[in-house]
Nanobody
Framework: QVQLVESGGGLVQAGGSLRLSCAASGRTFRSYAMGWFRQARGKEREFVAAISSSGGSTYYADSVKGRFTISRDGAKNTVYLQMNSLKPADTAVYYC???????????????WGQGTQVTVSS
């Protein structure tokens, strides 16, 4: 089992930045690909970004490409999502997830965090 805990969410003005963290328990973190997903009220959960187990490959949704950066620190068992140039459309609950492959599909991930709220005001 892998336990994931997100932090760093909050309220930010449009154009601002926010850095989300996802801390994983246990010693198996480095064997999993990690992903970030978000779900706005009334909408389906959507893919945001993913990173391979080694950190050598990253993937981004078109809506966040060039603004968001995913990274991981194996020594700290933590994955990050740096969010810049935030827009009101980025408002959602953000979830981190762990799985065998860094795909864009939620069902491909085995473990999920509780989520952290990100609200971007205009």
């Amino acid at each position: 089992q892998v336990q994931l805990v997100e932090s760093g969410g909050g309220l930010v003005q449009a154009g601002g930045s926010l850095r989300l963290s996802c801390a994983a328990s246990g010693r198996t973190f480095r064997s999993y690909a990690m992903g970030w997903f978000r779900q706005a009220r009334g909408k389906e959960r959507e893919f945001v970004a993913a990173i391979s187990s080694s950190g050598g490959s990253t993937y981004y949704a078109d809506s966040v490409k060039g603004r968001f950066t995913i990274s991981r620190d194996g020594a700290k068992n933590t994955v990050y999502l740096q969010m810049n140039s935030l827009k009101p459309a980025d408002t959602a609950v953000y979830y981190c997830a762990a799985g065998s492959y860094g795909t864009t599909r939620p069902n491909d991930y085995n473990y999920w965090g509780q989520g952290t709220q990100v609200t971007v005001s205009s």
